[in-house]
């Protein structure tokens, strides 16, 4: 399988990035949740690079991607996905997107809708509101007290208690991804996903969209997801037996639907 990691370097913004699959398939382009970085998407690559061209990038603030001063949008976030392309003279890719990466594709299918094919909005929501609670007070804890008490509570936000007896190797693996984060790029996100309201936008969608849910998902309710189904037209549905982070809790379920989806 062709793979390449490598630094795309804008005025801005560097972003890491990594290729894997044929250069010559249809694009397909994974994006993070807030405080992971492109390895959360590893149970995929396998399945889906014999199809695709697969891009995966770290999110600004994540990984190994620069951290610019915030504060960030969604339409930022979306920007730099937009670049990345560029860079790669991809006219068009599809999308999956977790959470974070659920919102951006929103964005991107909202206002450059021609730039992207089908898309995943996996464990999403529109509007995660009222702002001023939550998300003050986690970015507030980031910017205190660093990461580390932020990935200790994605344990049970992001798995189920029953993933998190099964697997604690594969729980470790992903919120050590957000232990590893830059505090001021998941605060500026995280700003960015406070800000965020795409409730009215999300009816003018007229790409094929595929709605992941976790049925068991405390962070992305499965009714944030429903909401998400009834205004994007002719979105079709997957419900995962997973909380939050759905494709690495259930790949096995999270690929299939995928997999239905793209006609493989």
Request: proline share 6%.
């Amino acid at each position: 399988m062709q793979h390449e990691t490598r630094m795309i370097d804008f005025a801005d913004v560097s972003l890491h990035v990594r290729l894997d699959g044929p250069r010559d398939a249809p694009a397909l382009i994974f994006s993070n949740s807030l405080g992971a970085d492109f390895t959360m998407w590893d149970a995929q690559v396998d399945v889906f690079a014999r199809h695709f061209q697969i891009i995966r990038y770290d999110v600004r603030g994540h990984g190994k991607s620069s951290c610019p001063p915030g504060p960030y949008s969604i339409a930022i976030l979306a920007r730099d996905a937009l670049r990345i392309l560029d860079t790669l003279g991809i006219g068009q890719a599809h999308w999956v997107g977790c959470s974070m990466g659920g919102m951006v594709g929103m964005h991107l299918l909202t206002h450059h809708r021609a730039r992207i094919g089908r898309a995943v909005l996996g464990n999403t929501a529109a509007f995660m509101g009222p702002p001023a609670t939550d998300w003050n007070a986690r970015i507030r804890m980031a910017h205190a007290k660093g990461m580390a008490p932020i990935a200790e509570a994605m344990k049970l936000r992001w798995f189920t208690k029953e993933f998190n007896r099964v697997n604690p190797a594969e729980v470790t693996r992903i919120t050590d991804q957000v232990r590893r984060a830059d505090p001021a790029g998941y605060a500026a996100c995280g700003g960015a996903i406070r800000d965020m309201d795409q409730r009215w936008a999300i009816r003018t969608i007229t790409n094929p969209v595929l709605v992941v849910i976790g049925a068991e998902d405390p962070a992305t309710s499965p009714a944030m997801g429903e909401i998400l189904v009834r205004n994007i037209p002719g979105a079709k549905r997957a419900v995962i037996p997973a909380a939050h982070i759905s494709n690495c809790e259930a790949p096995g379920p999270y690929n299939a639907a995928l997999a239905e989806f793209f006609g493989l």
